[in-house]
């Protein structure tokens, strides 16, 4: 087949001929060459692209302008008029303001890790113990799964209820077995439990079954011929199911980071950063700062640029330390 | 055999402690359930729920709370389901559709840019989504967009563009080059192969892309509560909310609460039953594929 006609007939044809075989690699990094072939990808990419700069990329460029001016702030007629007022919001919020802004840091990363430590561990082990063979493993996981299933706003409402002081299912229950009543969300520490708790609830699903099926896909014949060799449970578990385990478990662990570090409802619903500002995370102040009575936008940009901030250099240095993006980026 | 039953011994401890576990596991992880649907079906004060939630009493149960979500409250159970589902469907259909196409062109194609746009789109969505709501309020102030179906629909929308564009590419990626070939050799243009080849054979992962994108939505509270004013576009989250706060902790009335969750919660709860497999199978496609 002439080239011509392979090209008539076959458009996203690699290779017309051997020559082109031999060639391709060359050929294929040419920037005319690539625009040639693929510039239909612009085209679909268009409408994504419009979104993604209209309302994704202005909305933040307009956050971070928000952040650098008197917005809400700067007295009566701020709402009105505001000004540009350089970095002295940041200013503020490091040397006035800074006990605040670093217990919002604190919490934040105290927030994430703990749940992600929580998720990961839990994860793990209910996992190996489904990884069984044991009578009722398909009821237990379903089972397991429907806090899961559960709209979580919808869940958090119900536990910001059920962990209340005087009308809370649990303090009910504790008073039932006879222990005394605990003020759950009055204290720092006891609040923090209960944040934890429900946050466990919610999601230790998901990692048990995603650490169940990466688990299940670990060829039988490595653990067949470990126990030949005399290897016991525990470095079975360490020497095979964790390696093997190791990608799943930084890509998930990563995810849920970034998902818990900006996860609004379970703190928003049942602490709201109570007692006085110490479960608060940026997430929640800056909601709080705009909408909750005084409209405070200003100061709410500046959190939420610092959270994402603050972010995108915990995500650079793991992306950079790691290899799980290979799969994006092909 | 003095061993022998040792290992026995051991072997049945073993699965007695596991079944210990899971069932321990699965009290924690549906008490919280068992206790919105004795809650939902009583109307009892909640001193009186605890010492009747370990053992139901049937006499006492009663379907009132239901009736009363269902029929009496203003706005109606109905109007608030139909803003619900307008806005969680257009946002789906909207973003489902954009996250086709982005998907496909990041995926089968390999054009110069592509590696600084799957970064751009990575980078966005690092951007916490609730403050979003801050500029795209002063935005829509100003356009006269609040209080209005169209000012929610695009918020909801853009969300979803971002995550559901990546989790199509992630899936388009393990659909081997060699199916679009062929339906090349056989004379389609790669608009053609894209819209009768590659669109059906990623049928459950758009599916998992749309109900995110509709679940997202159907369940907000934080967009929803700065951006409508009038009661004839409350939406089921927003009806929650308030109910809680006139009947929760406070009033000591759980029933209305717990119905109105349950009800709400059903049919997102059905989905991700019947769909789990295909689920947790698409949100992990870019972490277990090696």
Known sequence: MSQGAAKRAYPGCRYASLNDFFMADLRDQ???????????????????????????????????????TDFGTGGRFSLLTYHYVGLSNYVYAFTVNSSVSWSLIFNSLFW?????????????????????????????????????????????????NMWQYNYGIINGMLSYVGVAPVDWLQHTDTAWAALFITNIWLSFPFYTVVFLSTMQSIPKDLYEAASIDGAGMLSKFGRITL?????????????GFLFTFNNFYPIYLITNGNPGSTTAIFITQSYNDAFGGSPAFSTAAMYAVLDFLIIVAITVVVLWRTNITRNWLK | MRQRRGVRAIRIAKRVATHAILILTCIFALFPIYFMVVASLSTLPVAAITAHILVPRPSSLTLSSYHS?????????????????????????????????????????????????????????????????????????????????????IPYSAGAVVFSGILVKNFMDSIPDDIEEAALVDGMTRTQAFFSVLIPLCLPVLGLAAFLAFVGPYTDYAFAHVFIDSNNLFTLALGLYQI???????????????????????????????????????????????
Not at chain 1, 133 to 155: D, Q
Not at chain 1, 243 to 255: E, H, Q, R
Not at chain 2, 78 to 102: D, K, P, Q, V
Not at chain 2, 250 to 268: H, W
């Open chain 1, 243 to 255: 390696p093997y385990l190791m990608p799943t478990i930084v890509f998930v662990g990563l995810m």
């Open chain 1, 112 to 160: 994430a890790g703990g749940s992600v430590a929580f998720f990961l561990a839990i994860g793990l082990g209910l996992a190996t113990v489904l990884n069984q063979e044991i009578r009722g493993k398909t009821v237990y996981r379903t089972l397991i799964m429907l806090p899961w299933a559960m709209p979580a706003f919808i869940t958090i409402l119900i536990w910001a």
């Open chain 1, 30 to 68: 040419t920037l005319s060459f690539r625009l040639r072939r693929e510039w239909p990808a612009y085209l679909y990419l268009l409408p994504t692209t419009l979104v993604l700069l209209f309302l994704n990329a202005y909305p933040i460029a307009y956050t971070i302008y928000v952040s650098l």
């Open chain 2, 69 to 153: 979500i269902l029929l009496d409250q203003n706005p109606s159970f109905l109007a608030e389901l139909t803003n619900s589902l307008i806005f969680a469907c257009s946002a789906a259909a909207i973003g489902l559709a954009l996250a086709a196409f982005t998907g496909f062109a990041l995926s089968k194609f390999n054009f110069p840019g592509r590696r600084t746009f799957v970064y751009f789109i990575l980078l966005i969505s690092l951007f916490p989504s609730f403050v979003m709501i801050l500029p795209f309020y002063l935005m829509f102030a100003k356009l006269g967009l609040i209080d209005t179906y169209i000012g929610l629909i």
């Open chain 2, 244 to 290: 809680n706060s006139a009947n929760g902790a406070g009033a000591q009335d759980y029933g209305l609460v717990c119905a109105f969750a349950l009800v709400m919660s059903l049919p997102i709860v059905a989905f991700y039953m019947l769909f789990q497999r295909y689920i947790i199978g698409g949100l992990t496609l870019g972490a277990v594929r090696g």
